[in-house]
């Protein structure tokens, strides 16, 4: 049986949709096809598709993943760079990310001032912030670990801590070295963003993706190719 965080996310509105085997795998289907297609669609042809799959899984459970966490990212950063919020601007963002995690490479098309860029960098700082947000909350169980196993005052104080308590300004003393840092990073799921910006017209294509040479019969890696292999 599903867990109740499981279904909220998925969008379905009871667990008892999830006993049916067929409905399950009628759902995994869907969903996969949703997520391949909806997010190349213009807003017309998305009723177009969703008119078809609706016809196609009649019976199909009925769900929409909310990316609840990361909408309410994108909000934010898009309050704090002065950007109107739209339901159209964040869905496309939502879109972009749940490509990426399916696909190695995509492309994003558009004309002039049709959000290209805005809907990048507002991606690229939701993931920062969630990183951010990851970090803080593993530092905080960390360090009340920590305090616990020093033996320190703080140790009884927070004998019934719980992350998001009130009571964590007692875990200020406590010092963490890199060493720490590096094993609170490394707990965490969210790896974080980093970007590269390459301009493909300021050099050749050789210098891009790579060459062979002919005479000594050996592969050179381009910009690109040395940028993927460090990702």
Same mark, same amino acid.
Request: hydrophobic content about 35%.
């Given at each position: 049986?599903?867990?109740?965080?499981?279904?909220?996310e998925?969008?379905?509105?009871?667990?008892?949709?999830l006993?049916?085997?067929?409905?399950?795998?009628?759902?995994?289907?869907?969903?996969?096809?949703?997520?391949?297609?909806?997010?190349?669609?213009?807003?017309?042809?998305?009723?177009?598709?969703?008119?078809?799959?609706?016809? &196609?899984?009649?019976?199909?459970?009925?769900?929409?993943? =909310?990316? /609840? #966490?990361? $909408?309410? @990212?994108? *909000?934010?950063?898009?309050?704090?760079?002065?950007?109107?919020?739209s339901?159209?601007?964040?869905?496309?963002?939502?879109?972009?990310?749940?490509?990426?995690?399916?696909?190695?490479? &995509?492309?994003?098309?558009?004309?002039?001032?049709?959000? =290209?860029? /805005? #809907?990048? $960098?507002t @991606?690229? *700082?939701?993931?920062?912030?969630?990183?951010?947000?990851?970090?803080?909350?593993?530092?905080?169980?960390?360090?009340?670990q920590?305090?616990?196993?020093?033996?320190?005052?703080?140790?009884?104080?927070?004998?019934?801590?719980?992350?998001?308590?009130?009571?964590?300004?007692?875990?200020?003393?406590?010092?963490?070295?890199?060493?720490?840092?590096?094993?609170?990073?490394?707990?965490?799921?969210?790896e974080?963003?980093?970007?590269?910006?390459?301009?493909?017209?300021?050099?050749?294509?050789?210098?891009?993706?790579?060459?062979?040479?002919?005479?000594?019969?050996?592969?050179?890696?381009?910009?690109?190719?040395?940028?993927m292999?460090?990702?």
């Amino acid at each position: 049986m599903a867990s109740k965080q499981l279904i909220d996310e998925l969008g379905i509105e009871s667990a008892e949709m999830l006993t049916d085997d067929k409905k399950i795998e009628e759902f995994i289907v869907l969903r996969a096809i949703k997520d391949s297609n909806l997010p190349k669609f213009h807003e017309t042809d998305t009723l177009i598709f969703e008119s078809i799959t609706e016809d &196609i899984f009649l019976t199909s459970i009925k769900s929409k993943i =909310k990316h /609840t #966490t990361l $909408k309410n @990212l994108v *909000e934010s950063v898009m309050l704090d760079k002065g950007s109107q919020i739209s339901d159209e601007i964040v869905s496309r963002i939502i879109y972009l990310y749940q490509t990426i995690v399916m696909r190695h490479g &995509i492309m994003i098309v558009g004309s002039t001032l049709s959000g =290209k860029t /805005t #809907t990048i $960098k507002t @991606l690229e *700082e939701a993931l920062k912030r969630s990183r951010d947000n990851e970090i803080q909350e593993k530092t905080v169980v960390y360090k009340h670990q920590k305090a616990k196993l020093m033996g320190k005052k703080h140790g009884k104080k927070l004998k019934n801590f719980k992350p998001g308590s009130e009571n964590i300004s007692a875990l200020d003393d406590i010092k963490l070295t890199p060493d720490d840092l590096k094993i609170i990073k490394a707990k965490c799921k969210n790896e974080g963003v980093e970007t590269f910006h390459i301009n493909p017209k300021s050099i050749t294509i050789g210098q891009l993706m790579g060459s062979f040479d002919e005479t000594s019969h050996d592969w050179h890696d381009g910009i690109l190719a040395y940028l993927m292999r460090q990702c």
